[in-house]
């Protein structure tokens, strides 16, 4: 099991940038995915990015992609979601979640296939 804490959430307006972090309790880049996904209220939760740290993999959702960007501290035992040119529709709680490689019934797009979750940080972007 992985204890994940994500921090860096907060008010932005539109057009503005973001760095969420998730510090993870332990080493996972060599044997996890990591992802990113979302909620904004009255919707369901939302892929956002997953990234497989060893062979580099990485898989974006087409709402973010060329606009966010994921990042990883192999010291820190901490992944990064670098958000650029944020839309209001970007306003969701942001969780960070960790799935082991022998995970592979689910895809790495799908919530069910992550074990550990963060508790989530707010972003709100204002138009």
């Known amino acids: 099991q992985v204890q994940l804490v994500e921090s860096g959430g907060g008010l932005v307006q539109a057009g503005g940038s973001l760095r969420l972090s998730c510090a993870a309790s332990r080493r996972i880049f060599s044997s996890y995915v990591t992802g990113w996904f979302r909620q904004a209220p009255g919707k369901e939760r939302e892929f956002v990015v997953a990234?497989?740290?060893?062979?580099?993999?990485?898989y974006y959702a087409d709402s973010v992609k060329g606009r966010f960007t994921i990042s990883g501290d192999n010291a820190k035992n901490t992944v990064y979601l670098q958000m650029n040119s944020l839309k209001p529709e970007d306003t969701a709680v942001y969780y960070c979640a960790a799935a082991p490689y022998t995970n592979t019934y689910y895809s790495n797009y799908d919530a069910r296939n992550y074990d550990d979750w963060g508790q989530g940080t707010q972003v709100t972007v204002s138009s």
């Open positions: 990234r497989q740290w060893s062979s580099g993999r990485t």
